[in-house]
């Protein structure tokens, strides 16, 4: 499951961006995440400039 640190995030739009299910979304305040579009693919955890974007959950 991908997480989002509503405190380290600069609400930047990055993540959004890269992400190629369209699973992220930028609100007023937020990154929401559809965890029903995302596929694990870890390309916001990379792009991420403050690492603010996790993935739980997930085997190595």
């Not at 995302?38 to 603010?52: E, K, Q, S």
Request: aromatic share 4%; glycine share 8%.
């Amino acid at each position: 499951m991908i997480r989002v640190d509503k405190e380290k995030c600069l609400w930047c739009g990055t993540c959004v961006g890269v992400c190629p299910t369209l699973a992220l979304t930028l609100k007023e305040t937020y990154v929401e995440v559809d965890h029903e579009r995302c596929t694990l693919c870890g390309i916001c955890v990379r792009a991420c400039p403050v690492g603010a974007i996790t993935m739980e959950g997930v085997e190595k």
